[in-house]
């Protein structure tokens, strides 16, 4: 066989609590030379560890226990730390999930682009610089002479990732491991990423590894798709097969993610406004404006999707209507009666009434305190319930999210992200409130799991007839959840109305873009995507 | 920390008469500079060799040190003194008052009028001539109701100092003072050019046998040889090199090391391993100085002589000689008269340490479940150890005594004195009658256990203007008497002065009135 | 800590710096003349003043009052505090009181010896303990780091006085390598000097080597833990280079600031080595007057040291943003 | 207490090492009545006296016996050393807590208040407080405590400043809960590994500084034994070659080193470097 690299009963396994776990169980694998090969699963799945380990890499705590990695005939597995370098960077590349985090803060980009180049003896400092230039004409990053000359915060996230693709290329390697390479992106950012990475997987004929979890954007680059569960593979076929005939019920659960359809909602009657914010302004710094003179409305039982990209202001408009950001100009009102502008200054009623979800269960929850106190607090401190009753109502709460009862004496730790999840729901709801403010409260997790938790809260706002401000960057969440959108961008409200006329004829410019950035389930999305842009972009010019 | 009070060594006067030594000691002036003693044992053949720089690690130094006579109190600011500048009288190894910048000296009978003769054409480091102004001006430095000088105390007693002549001196006295030529040997009263004041203290401008090169207070005095120094046959070193180094086991291993040649305050507890090493003399030298634990009878439970007599039952003062001093000392009985002085009353027999009669003594006060603070400090490093042994023996005797650490700064002024029951020391004074009239009477400047016994005052009185050695005998002995048994005083012991210097270093017998040769080793010693 | 020039978000401009450097210099002020009223108060609290400590022993009441009035003091203590004032503010430290020698004359040749001790146990120590804290991190658990920092450790766990006894003991008593004492005075040359205090120095470097070397491995490691050491990893980059090239640079902050502080000691808190071995540095000086209750040189000395640590810390903040890239190139 | 034993297991061999010095030293401690020889202060022997099966570690600069100075010393050293180390931290993360969680004028003025302490040399600060306030144990408490809470609060501010952003203590604030709840529920037990961690340097930073204080004649007040003090009086004799100071600065040495080994290895919890 002609493949590149060819694993076999690869098992890793991780150090963890005083004792091993298997982390891959005995996957095999194999690339041919120019073939990109996506690996799609969940968190959990050993994706990226098996990506690092194709480069005979483990991280810190982990071990590959058996199995074999043959790379171009090499062995990964017994090779010595010294041939082990000179294959990294030279012939296996690797692009990481967050550039920001993954570019040296203290050197300029040309430094770490070229470093490869120069370390193994193959360019001069001057060769390799004048050729990074090069790489980043092509893959149409803006002032590709001055862009490396650059520290990596001065450059923005888009950009930085595909100058990360541009690293990797530079010593043409025959592998580069892409490890979820625009997940953290915005989704119009994405997809000049991912163009970037098809340009260069055609132009060069390098092989790759495509690690995700999205399997609309694998689609769009793959020429095969293994899908992995816990460490095993599920299935492994063509990407357009894979898609039109998934073999197994776990690929079909991840296909139809993306094509969420709403939830069942009771038909609404017109009702009264819980919140109204008028016409708010705040600021971190004094001079910049975060949030400009914004005006929102949310009637009970209703939910309002605030949608925006990252750096629009959605946050903190969280914040100046809690009261955590005490806003420069404008008033926050609630059931009619103006709220004190910081939180310190409202009343422990208008506190209960308005609660809220974060986007991190792991930081949302004290990891020193069990579920019992998480959910039981607020039980006690507003309503003053001790005791063998609080108790009760905990477990009562426990059985509303769906966690067994035993889950009451855990702590956090011991809990999944979207248990933990839960728990946060759960102890928003103890307080009985009007209004939940949800923070982007799926985005840090799994979409199966997302759109576990968006059903709870749904069949919640029916029993309970809460009102939702519901804060997030994915459409699919919109599609799913909301009554009402609001459209930000820039600390500005672009465009707002029900969802259905938003998401079907947006009005403004920016909410087309994001809209149709939103990846498809079809391995030709992309391809026509950027051929309708171009034709529109001729077309303006002509 | 300061050390001392004025001081002078014991006096060997009863074997002559008062007056006729008085008389003696005039005449003796004229002969100093061939002292007989001067140059005992084998280097007298040889005779004192010149040159050479004398390197000394002094312990008592203080970067505020000045050498303004007026708060002069320490050992390096003392030494430093000595070697720039002269006194009317010297005071030599004997305990003997010699002349110095005063050719000779006569006294009326009565012992109230003084006159001193100055030394003729000796001159300051400045070219000044001395004269009776210069003396006038050094002495009155400490008189006066604005005189901040640690030698007030000793200058009170002037009633009048005028010059007759650009020579002579005359001292008129508020009452007879036999033993006046002594208090002129004092380190305060060195005599500097008339009219130093403010900064030109600095300068260290004297008579004496050395010029200040350098002086950094505290940390190094540098001096050299006065080529016009008017005494034949002393100041024989080239250079002098005093650096303060208080730390002592720093100035052990300097001196250990060749880094100096001569140390002060030796550690007791390391000397007998110094003494081992080849190259190093150890010098010992006795004399008055030592260590009371003064408790205040006017406080209760002090006020109680059976309290007393426990505690001065309570300590076993052959170990504290032993283990505190080393063996470089004597015990004491109660009283400030060491065993080699003249008027030692040898009949009064020596208290031991004896529990039963602490206990019983205890018992018959009252105090049986007393506890007794004893306030200590790190001032001297004996008071620790000293105190830490007697609470020892007092827990043998059934009692308690609590050790209240006092920080060094201000013991003088708030500790001593002032708590019932403290640390104090002393060194000797020139004359018995200095000792108990300082010390032990009701009107005492430094009466420190607060002693009010009119019989003793009366005594002291009486045996200050007594000329007949046998009364005074007597009188002293009573004294001594008076205080071991109902004194306020417990005196351990009596410590000698131990120092060490190369072999290098050669010297006379050596004076046990203050360390350090009196502090005239720069002035006396030389290099083989 | 950085905390007070970072504040206010990842920017700065070179106008913002100085600003801030401004406020800070005003700050320092202002805790500087706070440092002084407390010396003053802290002095006056002392049991005992310069005339009774002294005329020690030998004192009476008529001459210690005497001498305070020729002290001034018999005045006020805020009479006496605030003429201070005025003279230092005109640049006037005033004398010593107790031998009435200039402050400045008195302070000088000893500021500069503490400076020089520090400053050579400085260039000895902090390169050492910089190479070996990147040595260490290299080769984390290895036998040679846990050498190393059993070592290290061993030395800070000694109180200091031993350390040098010890020293003394072996170096100076037994080999006769170096003097046992470090006296110093005008006419010795650089050499002389920087043989004089050999053993000092060596002293002061083992006690501050430790927390130097351990800071530095610490944050060494600690950036080790990121995902652009993983990607250097991945690129190929040799472990030396990784700690050398790419986590040191982003450790500097910390590792700058460890340095500073032990700068600062090196400067204000040795003390007990100037005992030791006899150093005629600020610190004997400032530990004197103050148990002479020589407050004019107690306000100088303090008031020097505290100049010295809050610098060192505004020099360590500085060094920090110029080390930091982000903040050094604002976007 | 099963759960103790098994952290334990868990420790690497460095740490365990740690341990068992420090479990040794307390035993000693609490049972030197018990086990020592002789009485504390009571003169048994000659002056540095060497080894012998009488005096098993020979004898001090005053005839006592050394291993009873040692365990006695052990006892009076470690008691103090805990209580000021205790009572340092009880102020520091109080008040690096109050700062972190207040924030405003309240962090402005306890964060000037320890700038100013820190800006004056410790050792002289202590000197000069201990001149004043005289060199009894209770005031070696104090001021020693209050100069060490300064350190302690710069690290227990930083800490809780990194805990005070996190989401569940902003939930708490949302939710109206007063300070104390925020700072004893939610950040205390965030803040403990971190602080554990500098509980044993603070430990060891006291220890010596008792020392040092000792050594300057104003530490702990004889006859107690304590072990600073011991090698100061016995200090002189090492250049003689007598060794009797090694066995008290060895017993410092040993502690601070078994410290450190624990602190190094809860540091390395705490980072979630797993090494």
Same mark, same amino acid.
């Given at each position: 066989?002609?493949?590149?690299? @060819?694993?076999?009963?690869?098992?890793?396994?991780?150090?963890?609590?005083?004792?091993?776990?298997?982390?891959?169980?005995?996957?095999?694998?194999?690339?041919?030379?120019?073939?990109?090969?996506?690996?799609?699963?969940?968190?959990?799945?050993?994706?990226?560890?098996?990506?690092?380990?194709?480069?005979?890499?483990?991280?810190?705590?982990?071990?590959?226990?058996?199995?074999?990695?043959?790379?171009?005939?090499?062995?990964?597995?017994?090779?010595?730390?010294?041939?082990?370098?000179?294959?990294?960077?030279?012939?296996?590349?690797?692009?990481?999930?967050?550039?920001?985090?993954?570019?040296?803060?203290?050197?300029?980009?040309?430094?770490?682009?070229?470093?490869?180049?120069?370390?193994?003896?193959?360019?001069?400092?001057?060769?390799?610089?004048?050729?990074?230039?090069?790489?980043?004409?092509?893959?149409?990053?803006?002032?590709?002479?001055? !862009?490396?000359?650059?520290?990596?915060?001065?450059?923005?996230?888009?950009?930085?990732?595909?100058?990360?693709?541009?690293?990797?290329?530079?010593?043409?390697?025959?592998?580069?491991?892409?490890?979820?390479?625009?997940?953290?992106?915005?989704?119009?950012?994405?997809?000049?990423?991912?163009?970037?990475?098809?340009?260069?997987?055609?132009?060069?004929?390098?092989?790759?590894?495509?690690?995700?979890?999205?399997?609309?954007?694998?689609?769009?680059?793959?020429?095969?798709?293994?899908?992995?569960?816990? *460490?095993?593979?599920?299935?492994?076929?063509?990407?357009?097969?894979?898609?039109?005939?998934?073999?197994?019920?776990?690929?079909?659960?991840?296909?139809?993610?993306?094509?969420?359809?709403?939830?069942?909602?009771?038909?609404?009657?017109?009702?009264?406004?819980?919140?109204?914010?008028?016409?708010?302004?705040?600021?971190?710094?004094?001079?910049?404006?975060?949030?400009?003179?914004?005006?929102?409305?949310?009637?009970? *039982?209703?939910?309002?999707?605030?949608?925006?990209?990252?750096?629009?202001?959605?946050?903190?408009?969280?914040?100046?209507?809690?009261?955590?950001?005490?806003?420069?100009?404008?008033?926050? !009102?609630?059931?009619?009666?103006?709220?004190?502008?910081?939180?310190?200054?409202?009343?422990?009623?208008?506190?209960?009434?308005?609660?809220?979800?974060?986007? /991190?269960? $792991?930081?949302?929850?004290?990891?020193?305190?069990?579920?019992?106190?998480?959910?039981?607090?607020?039980?006690?401190?507003?309503?003053?319930?001790?005791?063998?009753?609080?108790?009760?109502?905990?477990?009562?709460?426990?059985?509303?999210?769906?966690?067994?009862?035993?889950?009451?004496?855990?702590?956090?730790?011991?809990?999944?992200?979207?248990?933990?999840?839960?728990?946060?729901?759960?102890?928003?709801?103890?307080?009985?409130?009007?209004?939940?403010?949800?923070?982007?409260?799926?985005?840090?997790?799994?979409?199966?799991?997302?759109?576990?938790?968006?059903?709870?809260?749904?069949?919640?706002?029916?029993?309970?007839?809460?009102?939702?401000?519901?804060?997030?960057?994915?459409?699919?969440?919109?599609?799913?959840?909301?009554?009402?959108?609001?459209?930000?961008?820039?600390?500005?409200?672009?465009?707002?109305?029900?969802?259905?006329?938003?998401?079907?004829?947006?009005?403004?410019?920016?909410?087309?873009?994001?809209?149709?950035?939103?990846?498809?389930?079809?391995?030709?999305?992309?391809?026509?995507?950027?051929?309708?842009?171009?034709?529109?972009?001729?077309?303006?010019?002509? | 920390?300061?050390?001392?009070?004025?001081?002078?060594?014991?006096?060997?006067?009863?074997?002559?008469?008062?007056?006729?030594?008085?008389?003696?000691?005039?005449?003796?002036?004229?002969?100093?500079?061939?002292?007989?003693?001067?140059?005992?044992?084998?280097?007298?053949?040889?005779?004192?060799?010149?040159?050479?720089?004398?390197?000394?690690? /002094?312990?008592?130094?203080?970067?505020?040190?000045?050498? @303004?006579?007026?708060?002069?109190?320490?050992?390096?600011?003392?030494?430093?003194?000595?070697?720039?500048?002269?006194?009317?009288? $010297?005071?030599?190894?004997?305990?003997?008052?010699?002349?110095?910048?005063?050719?000779?000296?006569?006294?009326?009978?009565?012992?109230?009028?003084?006159?001193?003769?100055?030394?003729?054409?000796?001159?300051?480091?400045?070219?000044?001539?001395?004269?009776?102004?210069?003396?006038?001006?050094?002495?009155?430095?400490?008189?006066?109701?604005?005189?901040?000088?640690?030698?007030?105390?000793?200058?009170?007693?002037?009633?009048?100092?005028?010059?007759?002549?650009?020579?002579?001196?005359?001292?008129?006295?508020?009452?007879?003072?036999?033993?006046?030529?002594?208090?002129?040997?004092?380190?305060?009263?060195?005599?500097?050019?008339?009219?130093?004041?403010?900064?030109?203290?600095?300068?260290?401008?004297?008579?004496?046998?050395?010029?200040?090169?350098?002086?950094?207070? *505290?940390?190094?005095?540098?001096?050299?040889?006065?080529?016009?120094?008017?005494?034949?046959?002393?100041?024989?070193?080239?250079?002098?090199?005093?650096?303060?180094?208080?730390?002592?086991?720093?100035?052990?291993?300097?001196?250990?090391?060749?880094?100096?040649?001569?140390?002060?305050?030796?550690?007791?507890?390391?000397?007998?391993?110094?003494?081992?090493?080849?190259?190093?003399?150890?010098?010992?030298?006795?004399?008055?100085?030592?260590?009371?634990?003064?408790?205040?009878?006017?406080?209760?439970?002090?006020?109680?002589?059976?309290?007393?007599?426990?505690?001065?039952?309570? !300590?076993?003062?052959?170990?504290?000689?032993?283990?505190?001093?080393?063996?470089?000392?004597?015990?004491?009985?109660?009283?400030?008269?060491?065993?080699?002085?003249?008027?030692?009353?040898?009949?009064?027999?020596?208290?031991?340490?004896?529990?039963?009669?602490?206990?019983?003594?205890?018992?018959?006060?009252?105090?049986?479940?007393?506890?007794?603070?004893?306030?200590?400090?790190?001032?001297?490093?004996?008071?620790?150890?000293?105190?830490?042994?007697?609470?020892?023996?007092?827990?043998?005797?059934?009692?308690?005594?609590?050790?209240?650490?006092?920080?060094?700064?201000?013991?003088?002024?708030?500790?001593?004195?002032?708590?019932?029951?403290?640390?104090?020391?002393?060194?000797?004074?020139?004359?018995?009658?200095?000792?108990?009239?300082?010390?032990?009477?009701?009107?005492?400047?430094?009466?420190?256990?607060?002693?009010?016994?009119?019989?003793?005052?009366?005594?002291?009185?009486?045996?200050?203007?007594?000329?007949?050695?046998?009364?005074?005998?007597?009188?002293?002995?009573?004294?001594?008497?008076?205080?071991?048994?109902?004194?306020?005083?417990?005196?351990?012991? =009596?410590?000698?002065?131990?120092?060490?210097?190369?072999?290098?270093?050669?010297?006379?017998?050596?004076?046990?009135?203050?360390?350090?040769?009196?502090?005239?080793?720069?002035?006396?010693?030389?290099?083989? | 800590?950085?905390?007070?020039?970072?504040?206010? *978000?990842?920017?700065?401009?070179?106008?913002?710096?100085?600003?801030?450097?401004?406020?800070?210099?005003?700050?320092?002020?202002?805790?500087?003349?706070?440092?002084?009223?407390?010396?003053?108060?802290?002095?006056?609290?002392?049991?005992?003043?310069?005339? $009774?400590?002294?005329?020690?022993?030998?004192?009476?009441? $008529?001459?210690?009052?005497?001498?305070?009035?020729?002290?001034?003091?018999?005045?006020?203590?805020?009479?006496?505090?605030?003429?201070?004032?005025?003279?230092?503010?005109?640049?006037?430290?005033?004398?010593?009181?107790?031998?009435?020698?200039?402050?400045?004359?008195?302070?000088?040749?000893?500021?500069?010896?503490?400076?020089?001790?520090?400053?050579?146990?400085?260039?000895?120590?902090?390169?050492?303990?910089?190479?070996?804290?990147?040595?260490?991190?290299?080769?984390? @658990?290895?036998?040679?780091?846990?050498?190393?920092?059993?070592?290290?450790?061993?030395?800070?766990?000694?109180?200091?006085?031993?350390?040098?006894?010890?020293?003394?003991?072996?170096?100076?008593?037994?080999?006769?390598?170096?003097?046992?004492?470090?006296?110093?005075?005008?006419? /010795?040359?650089?050499?002389?000097?920087?043989?004089?205090?050999?053993?000092?120095?060596?002293?002061?470097?083992?006690?501050?080597?430790?927390?130097?070397?351990?800071?530095?491995?610490?944050?060494?490691?600690?950036?080790?833990?990121?995902?652009?050491?993983?990607?250097?990893?991945?690129?190929?980059?040799?472990?030396?280079?990784?700690?050398?090239?790419?986590?040191?640079?982003?450790?500097?902050?910390?590792?700058?600031?460890?340095?500073?502080?032990?700068?600062?000691?090196?400067?204000?808190?040795?003390?007990?080595?100037?005992?030791?071995?006899?150093?005629?540095?600020?610190?004997?000086?400032?530990?004197?007057?103050?148990?002479?209750?020589?407050?004019?040189?107690?306000?100088?000395?303090?008031?020097?040291?505290?100049?010295?640590?809050?610098?060192?810390?505004?020099?360590?903040?500085?060094?920090?943003?110029?080390? @930091?890239?982000?903040?050094?190139?604002?976007? | 207490?099963?759960?103790?034993?098994?952290?334990?297991?868990?420790?690497?061999?460095?740490?365990?090492?740690?341990?068992?010095?420090?479990?040794?030293?307390?035993?000693?401690?609490?049972?030197?009545?018990?086990?020592?020889?002789?009485?504390?202060?009571? !003169?048994?022997?000659?002056?540095?006296?060497?080894?012998?099966?009488?005096? &098993?570690?020979?004898?001090?600069?005053?005839?006592?016996?050394?291993?009873?100075? /040692?365990?006695?010393?052990?006892?009076?050293?470690?008691?103090?050393?805990?209580?000021?180390?205790?009572?340092?931290?009880?102020?520091?993360?109080?008040?690096?807590?109050?700062?972190?969680?207040?924030?405003?004028?309240?962090?402005?003025?306890?964060?000037?208040?320890?700038?100013?302490?820190?800006? =004056?040399?410790?050792?002289?600060?202590?000197?000069?407080?201990?001149?004043?306030?005289?060199?009894?144990?209770?005031?070696?408490?104090?001021?020693?405590?209050?100069?060490?809470?300064?350190?302690?609060?710069?690290?227990?501010?930083?800490?809780?400043?990194?805990?005070?952003?996190?989401?569940?203590?902003?939930?708490?604030?949302?939710?109206?809960?007063?300070?104390?709840?925020?700072?004893?529920?939610?950040?205390?037990?965030?803040?403990? &590994? &971190?602080?554990?961690?500098?509980?044993?340097?603070?430990?060891?930073?006291?220890?010596? =500084?008792?020392?040092?204080?000792?050594?300057?004649?104003?530490?702990?007040? &004889?006859?107690?034994?304590?072990?600073?003090?011991?090698?100061?009086?016995?200090?002189?004799?090492?250049?003689?070659?007598?060794?009797?100071?090694?066995?008290?600065?060895?017993?410092?040495?040993?502690?601070?080193?078994?410290?450190?080994?624990?602190?190094?290895?809860?540091?390395?919890?705490?980072?979630?470097?797993?090494?």
């Amino acid at each position: 066989m002609k493949n590149i690299l @060819n694993i076999k009963g690869l098992t890793i396994e991780g150090f963890n609590d005083n004792q091993w776990s298997t982390i891959v169980d005995g996957v095999d694998l194999t690339l041919a030379r120019g073939e990109v090969l996506g690996l799609i699963g969940e968190s959990g799945a050993g994706k990226s560890t098996i990506g690092l380990a194709s480069m005979g890499y483990s991280r810190r705590g982990c071990r590959i226990s058996s199995g074999s990695i043959l790379f171009d005939g090499t062995e990964l597995c017994q090779a010595s730390d010294r041939v082990k370098q000179k294959i990294r960077g030279t012939r296996i590349a690797y692009v990481a999930q967050s550039a920001a985090a993954s570019f040296n803060p203290a050197h300029r980009l040309i430094r770490q682009c070229t470093e490869t180049r120069v370390r193994h003896g193959q360019l001069t400092a001057a060769q390799a610089e004048k050729e990074a230039i090069e790489n980043y004409r092509r893959l149409l990053l803006p002032d590709p002479e001055g !862009i490396g000359f650059r520290y990596p915060h001065q450059v923005s996230g888009g950009q930085l990732q595909r100058a990360m693709v541009a690293m990797a290329m530079a010593c043409k390697p025959d592998i580069i491991v892409f490890d979820e390479p625009t997940t953290a992106l915005d989704v119009t950012t994405q997809i000049e990423v991912l163009n970037a990475i098809k340009q260069i997987t055609r132009h060069l004929g390098t092989a790759a590894l495509y690690i995700t979890h999205d399997l609309a954007v694998v689609s769009q680059l793959a020429d095969r798709i293994m899908v992995l569960k816990n *460490g095993r593979k599920v299935e492994e076929n063509q990407t357009r097969k894979l898609l039109d005939t998934p073999g197994k019920s776990y690929t079909q659960k991840l296909l139809s993610v993306r094509s969420q359809r709403p939830i069942k909602k009771p038909v609404q009657l017109k009702q009264n406004v819980i919140l109204e914010v008028n016409q708010v302004s705040a600021a971190y710094k004094k001079k910049e404006l975060v949030l400009d003179t914004i005006d929102l409305t949310i009637r009970r *039982g209703q939910t309002v999707a605030l949608v925006g990209e990252s750096g629009s202001g959605k946050s903190t408009l969280a914040r100046a209507i809690t009261g955590l950001l005490p806003p420069l100009s404008g008033e926050v !009102i609630f059931q009619g009666n103006p709220l004190g502008a910081s939180y310190r200054s409202r009343d422990r009623e208008s506190l209960r009434k308005m609660q809220m979800i974060y986007q /991190m269960p $792991e930081t949302a929850l004290n990891p020193k305190q069990t579920i019992e106190t998480a959910i039981g607090r607020p039980l006690s401190f507003y309503f003053g319930i001790s005791g063998r009753e609080k108790r009760k109502q905990v477990l009562e709460f426990l059985d509303r999210i769906e966690l067994p009862a035993s889950y009451i004496n855990r702590y956090p730790g011991e809990l999944s992200g979207g248990e933990k999840q839960r728990v946060c729901v759960a102890r928003a709801l103890a307080a009985k409130p009007e209004l939940v403010i949800c923070d982007e409260v799926t985005s840090a997790l799994d979409n199966l799991v997302g759109e576990e938790i968006l059903k709870l809260l749904q069949n919640l706002q029916n029993d309970l007839g809460v009102s939702y401000l519901f804060i997030t960057h994915d459409l699919a969440t919109v599609r799913a959840i909301a009554d009402e959108v609001v459209v930000m961008l820039k600390g500005k409200i672009v465009e707002k109305g029900p969802r259905n006329k938003i998401l079907n004829s947006p009005g403004h410019d920016y909410t087309k873009r994001l809209l149709n950035s939103v990846p498809k389930m079809n391995p030709d999305w992309l391809d026509d995507l950027l051929e309708k842009r171009k034709n529109t972009r001729s077309k303006k010019a002509a | 920390m300061i050390d001392l009070k004025q001081s002078t060594s014991p006096l060997s006067t009863d074997s002559i008469s008062r007056r006729k030594f008085l008389k003696q000691m005039s005449a003796l002036g004229l002969s100093m500079a061939v002292l007989p003693g001067m140059f005992p044992g084998s280097a007298q053949a040889a005779g004192p060799q010149k040159g050479g720089r004398f390197r000394m690690g /002094m312990g008592g130094s203080h970067t505020t040190d000045s050498l @303004n006579t007026q708060t002069i109190a320490d050992q390096f600011e003392i030494h430093t003194n000595y070697a720039l500048r002269n006194n009317l009288v $010297e005071v030599d190894h004997k305990g003997e008052a010699i002349p110095e910048l005063a050719e000779s000296w006569d006294v009326s009978s009565d012992a109230v009028r003084w006159m001193f003769d100055l030394r003729q054409g000796v001159e300051f480091h400045n070219g000044k001539t001395l004269d009776a102004e210069d003396v006038i001006y050094s002495i009155r430095h400490h008189m006066g109701p604005d005189s901040k000088s640690g030698a007030k105390g000793l200058v009170d007693q002037i009633d009048d100092i005028r010059a007759d002549g650009k020579n002579r001196v005359i001292f008129t006295l508020k009452g007879g003072n036999a033993d006046f030529p002594y208090i002129m040997n004092d380190y305060h009263l060195s005599i500097v050019p008339a009219g130093t004041t403010g900064n030109q203290w600095e300068k260290g401008i004297g008579t004496g046998g050395y010029t200040l090169e350098e002086w950094e207070p *505290g940390v190094r005095t540098f001096l050299k040889r006065n080529p016009n120094y008017f005494k034949q046959g002393r100041a024989h070193f080239d250079e002098v090199e005093m650096l303060g180094i208080n730390d002592v086991n720093a100035r052990t291993n300097a001196l250990k090391t060749g880094r100096i040649d001569y140390m002060n305050q030796a550690e007791l507890k390391t000397v007998r391993l110094l003494k081992r090493m080849p190259g190093i003399e150890i010098m010992k030298t006795s004399g008055g100085f030592h260590f009371t634990l003064p408790m205040l009878t006017d406080i209760s439970p002090f006020d109680n002589n059976d309290a007393r007599l426990a505690l001065k039952h309570a !300590i076993d003062r052959e170990e504290i000689v032993k283990q505190v001093l080393r063996g470089y000392g004597t015990v004491g009985n109660d009283h400030p008269i060491q065993k080699d002085h003249p008027f030692f009353a040898a009949d009064i027999p020596q208290r031991q340490y004896d529990p039963d009669k602490a206990k019983f003594h205890l018992k018959k006060a009252g105090l049986t479940d007393q506890t007794f603070p004893l306030h200590t400090s790190d001032l001297n490093s004996i008071y620790l150890d000293m105190a830490t042994l007697f609470k020892e023996h007092g827990r043998k005797a059934g009692l308690k005594i609590q050790l209240i650490k006092e920080p060094a700064d201000g013991y003088w002024s708030n500790v001593w004195t002032k708590k019932p029951f403290c640390n104090s020391h002393w060194a000797a004074r020139p004359t018995a009658d200095m000792m108990f009239s300082l010390a032990y009477t009701s009107q005492g400047k430094w009466n420190e256990s607060h002693l009010k016994s009119a019989r003793l005052d009366e005594l002291v009185k009486a045996a200050r203007a007594e000329l007949d050695p046998a009364k005074r005998r007597a009188a002293y002995a009573e004294c001594q008497m008076i205080i071991h048994n109902e004194g306020g005083t417990i005196v351990p012991c =009596f410590k000698d002065y131990v120092e060490a210097a190369t072999t290098k270093v050669q010297h006379g017998p050596i004076s046990g009135l203050l360390e350090t040769d009196a502090h005239r080793a720069a002035e006396r010693w030389w290099f083989a | 800590m950085p905390t007070g020039l970072l504040n206010g *978000g990842g920017s700065l401009n070179m106008k913002d710096m100085t600003a801030t450097i401004l406020k800070r210099i005003g700050h320092s002020v202002i805790t500087l003349f706070v440092i002084s009223i407390l010396i003053f108060i802290g002095v006056e609290a002392l049991p005992g003043d310069l005339a $009774e400590s002294i005329l020690g022993q030998n004192a009476l009441p $008529e001459t210690v009052e005497a001498f305070r009035k020729e002290l001034k003091l018999d005045l006020p203590p805020h009479v006496r505090y605030i003429s201070w004032l005025g003279d230092f503010v005109q640049g006037d430290m005033g004398r010593s009181l107790s031998n009435h020698r200039p402050i400045t004359d008195l302070i000088g040749w000893r500021l500069s010896n503490t400076l020089f001790l520090a400053a050579v146990a400085a260039m000895v120590a902090v390169p050492l303990a910089i190479i070996l804290g990147i040595l260490t991190a290299l080769y984390r @658990n290895t036998l040679f780091d846990r050498i190393v920092s059993m070592v290290s450790l061993s030395a800070i766990s000694f109180p200091e006085f031993f350390i040098a006894y010890i020293l003394i003991a072996l170096l100076s008593v037994k080999l006769s390598l170096f003097p046992s004492i470090a006296t110093m005075d005008g006419q /010795m040359s650089l050499m002389d000097k920087l043989y004089t205090i050999v053993l000092p120095c060596l002293t002061l470097t083992m006690v501050v080597l430790a927390h130097m070397m351990r800071q530095t491995r610490a944050a060494i490691i600690n950036v080790l833990a990121t995902p652009y050491i993983e990607m250097a990893l991945l690129k190929g980059v040799s472990r030396l280079r990784v700690v050398v090239v790419h986590a040191f640079p982003n450790a500097l902050s910390p590792v700058i600031n460890v340095v500073a502080l032990n700068m600062a000691y090196l400067v204000a808190g040795v003390v007990i080595v100037e005992v030791v071995f006899v150093y005629p540095g600020l610190g004997q000086l400032l530990v004197d007057s103050v148990a002479k209750r020589d407050l004019p040189v107690v306000q100088a000395s303090g008031l020097i040291f505290a100049s010295v640590y809050i610098g060192l810390n505004l020099i360590a903040d500085l060094l920090s943003i110029a080390s @930091n890239p982000r903040l050094r190139n604002p976007r | 207490m099963s759960s103790l034993i098994k952290f334990i297991q868990k420790a690497p061999w460095s740490a365990r090492i740690g341990i068992i010095i420090l479990v040794m030293n307390i035993a000693v401690a609490a049972f030197a009545p018990v086990i020592s020889p002789y009485g504390e202060t009571e !003169i048994t022997g000659d002056v540095w006296e060497e080894m012998s099966l009488t005096h &098993p570690l020979g004898t001090d600069h005053l005839g006592r016996d050394l291993l009873t100075r /040692m365990i006695y010393g052990a006892r009076n050293t470690i008691a103090l050393a805990l209580t000021i180390t205790f009572l340092s931290f009880t102020l520091g993360t109080l008040g690096g807590f109050l700062a972190a969680t207040l924030g405003g004028w309240c962090d402005t003025l306890l964060s000037r208040m320890v700038d100013l302490v820190l800006s =004056f040399p410790t050792l002289i600060f202590a000197l000069m407080v201990l001149s004043v306030a005289g060199t009894s144990i209770l005031s070696l408490i104090c001021v020693i405590a209050v100069l060490d809470a300064t350190r302690v609060f710069r690290l227990a501010r930083a800490v809780a400043m990194d805990i005070a952003v996190m989401d569940f203590v902003e939930a708490g604030r949302l939710r109206g809960e007063k300070t104390g709840w925020i700072i004893l529920r939610e950040i205390l037990p965030n803040a403990l &590994p &971190p602080l554990v961690a500098e509980f044993g340097l603070r430990f060891c930073f006291v220890f010596l =500084f008792i020392a040092c204080l000792s050594f300057l004649g104003l530490g702990i007040q &004889p006859p107690t034994a304590d072990w600073g003090s011991m090698v100061k009086e016995n200090a002189g004799a090492i250049t003689f070659g007598i060794f009797t100071p090694l066995w008290p600065a060895a017993a410092i040495a040993l502690i601070t080193v078994g410290v450190n080994l624990i602190v190094d290895w809860f540091l390395n919890l705490a980072s979630g470097l797993k090494e």
